[in-house]
């Protein structure tokens, strides 16, 4: 790669805010965040309970509607185009949600599908997962 478009490249633009917020019930817990984050660049958010981390990443996947502003990640629009950014980004929850409803298989496809999947190769990796950590007859089991 020449220097100059390896520049361009490890400038990328991955994550950008502009004027991002949130209201819960006539509350603002996030207001007028503009945020931009470049490819190679290492990023923590610090603050005490209640400062807006959480609401902010669910407001980049596309888990919340933001109240005003606008969040894109790889240039998609985090609602808008929100299956886009799934397809890109991964998230781990601090504390993951597992519906009591749904089978370990169900969840699994769940997530698959959730990311604009579920061609024949991933429903395979699925199963393949699946079967390295428990039994089959034990990923029906809700």
Same mark, same amino acid.
């Not at 209640?50 to 509607?65: C, F, I």
């Given at each position: 790669?020449?220097?100059?478009?390896?520049?361009r490249?490890?400038?990328?633009?991955?994550?950008?805010?502009?004027?991002?917020?949130?209201?819960?019930?006539?509350?603002?817990?996030?207001?007028?965040?503009?945020?931009?984050?470049?490819?190679?660049?290492?990023?923590?958010?610090?603050?005490?309970?209640?400062?807006?981390?959480?609401?902010?990443l669910?407001?980049l996947?596309?888990?919340?509607?933001?109240?005003?502003?606008?969040?894109?990640?790889?240039?998609?629009?985090?609602?808008?185009?929100?299956?886009?950014?799934?397809?890109?980004?991964?998230?781990?929850?601090?504390?993951?949600?597992?519906?009591?409803?749904? #089978?370990?298989?169900?969840? =699994? &496809?769940?997530?698959?599908? !959730?990311?604009?999947? +579920? $061609? %024949?190769?991933?429903?395979? #990796?699925?199963?393949?997962s =699946? &079967?390295?950590?428990?039994? !089959?007859?034990?990923? +029906? $089991? %809700?």
């Amino acid at each position: 790669m020449h220097s100059e478009e390896q520049k361009r490249v490890e400038r990328a633009m991955l994550v950008s805010t502009r004027k991002l917020g949130k209201q819960f019930s006539g509350t603002w817990v996030l207001q007028h965040l503009d945020m931009e984050l470049y490819a190679g660049e290492l990023v923590g958010m610090l603050g005490p309970n209640g400062a807006g981390k959480t609401t902010t990443l669910k407001l980049l996947l596309g888990l919340l509607r933001p109240s005003a502003g606008v969040a894109r990640i790889l240039g998609f629009d985090c609602i808008r185009q929100n299956r886009q950014v799934k397809q890109r980004v991964g998230f781990v929850p601090d504390e993951p949600h597992f519906y009591d409803f749904l #089978s370990g298989r169900e969840t =699994l &496809q769940f997530v698959v599908d !959730s990311r604009g999947g +579920s $061609t %024949r190769r991933q429903r395979g #990796s699925c199963c393949t997962s =699946l &079967q390295s950590c428990c039994t !089959s007859k034990r990923s +029906s $089991t %809700r």
